[in-house]
Each structure stands twice: as structure tokens, then as C-alpha cells.
């Protein structure tokens, strides 16, 4: 009888903390759009070889940074539909406190179906610059991102902490 309970607390135990140590803290999941127009300028020395600046703001809907307001800017240097992030970052405004952060590395693809452009996805890994405020805890931090298309224009932005 007390190997039956042993196993089944153990169960339970098994279950209850598992999954939240596999998987790493969500800061935030954001909804993003473009604030700008999206260019590609040629680099000149090959076809397809584009480089691009993307501006945009997002919300926060989820995580520990819901009700957040993040502007950002990227950069990427386009080769045919795949592209890598040299330069970006952005500013997350909390109410009495801010984080700044600086993408370290990313890439991206863009999404075709049927022929069209629907958006594109993104995943990367960043640091945390600057902190203040209630979440200066996280001053420092190293965090990933992952970006899912909504539309040519809209985005769900995912960062995690690890």
C-alpha cells in the first residue's frame, strides 16, 4: 500500500513539475506591426542580395511584460528569402521602468503561400542591456525570441528568458 501512494505522489509530483522546468520563462508575447514601409534596397553586388530596416511597435497580450509597449528596429541583409539580423533591438516601456534590449543574432524566412508573401517568422537570441524599474532583475539576461506572421505587416512576437 505505501509503494502505491509513494508512486502516485511521486506521479503527481512528476507531472506538477516537469513541464515548467523544461521549458524556459515567457517574458512576454507581444502582437507587432510595421511602423513604416518594408524596402529592400539591392546591395549591388549579386541578384537577391537585399538589405532591409524594419521599424515597428508591439503590445504586450501575455507573459510577465503584458500591457508593455515595445519599439524596435532591425536590420537584415536578404539573400533570396532567407535573411540574418545584423543589427537590432528596442525599447520595452513599463510603467516606472524600462528595458532596453540588443538582438545578438537572428534569422529570418519569409512565409509564402500560393505564391504570396504572408509574412515572415524569426528567431534569434538577444541581451537584456538595460533594466529599471520593477524588472530590473532582468538587467543582463540573455533572452530568445521567436516570431510567428499574422499578415505581410503583423507579427506575434515571443520572448523567453533563459
Not at 8 to 37: H, K, N, W
Not at 70 to 82: A, F, I, M, P, Q
Request: proline share 4%; net charge neutral; glycine share 12%.
Amino acid at each position: 500500500m505505501n509503494n502505491h501512494i509513494a508512486l502516485l505522489f511521486c506521479s503527481i509530483l512528476a507531472m506538477l513539475i516537469g513541464p515548467q522546468t523544461a521549458r524556459a520563462d515567457i517574458l512576454a508575447r507581444y502582437e507587432c506591426s510595421m511602423v513604416d514601409f518594408f524596402t529592400q534596397e539591392p546591395m549591388g553586388d549579386r541578384p537577391d542580395h537585399n538589405l532591409s530596416l524594419l521599424q515597428y511597435s508591439c503590445v504586450g497580450v501575455d507573459g510577465l511584460l503584458k500591457g508593455v509597449l515595445y519599439s524596435g528596429s532591425n536590420t537584415v541583409e536578404w539573400d533570396g528569402l532567407k535573411g540574418k539580423i545584423i543589427v537590432g533591438g528596442g525599447i520595452h516601456r513599463i510603467p516606472g521602468g524600462r528595458l532596453v534590449t540588443e538582438l545578438t543574432e537572428g534569422n529570418v524566412v519569409a512565409v509564402m503561400k500560393d505564391g504570396k508573401l504572408i509574412g515572415n517568422e524569426s528567431s534569434g537570441k538577444g541581451i537584456v542591456k538595460l533594466a529599471a524599474g520593477p524588472f530590473a532583475t532582468l538587467n543582463g539576461k540573455t533572452v530568445k525570441f521567436n516570431t510567428t506572421p499574422i499578415s505581410p505587416i503583423r507579427w506575434t512576437l515571443e520572448l523567453t528568458a533563459e
